[in-house]
């Protein structure tokens, strides 16, 4: 999983399954289950030692939304074969050992009795 912040430049970084920058790609919302590629002004990557640093930038008015997560894919041009699939997550938070996405969600119990009795 890729984080990544809501801001209008981002970039991921990834092992795609050929040694190429995937030239067509989509980005879906998975809370609307919708297509917001369209929502990316420019998009741009590099290939080296066999990861590609894929940079975007989104329009001003369409960022990323703060704790949604995105379906991020990469396709060949001319075979339509998916070259990568990934997920994104998008927080402000900096903190990454610290997040959870399920805070106050689960108590961990505290008390640690671990006397027992044999008969």
């Known amino acids: 999983m890729h984080i990544i912040k809501p801001q209008q430049s981002q970039q991921i970084k990834f092992i795609p399954r050929t040694a190429q920058v995937p030239p067509n790609y989509k980005i879906i919302d998975e809370s609307q289950n919708k297509d917001i590629t369209s929502d990316v002004q420019t998009a741009s990557g590099t290939y080296a030692d066999g990861i590609v640093t894929f940079n975007m930038t989104f329009k001003a008015d369409k960022l990323p939304v ?19 699939m990934g997920r994104l997550f998008c927080t402000s938070q900096t903190e990454y050992d610290k997040y959870t996405v399920n805070q106050n969600v689960y108590t961990e119990e505290e008390s640690y009795n671990n006397e027992f009795i044999l008969l």
């Open 66 to 84: 703060e704790g949604r997560f995105y379906i991020f894919k990469g396709y060949n041009a001319s075979t339509g074969a998916l070259l990568y």
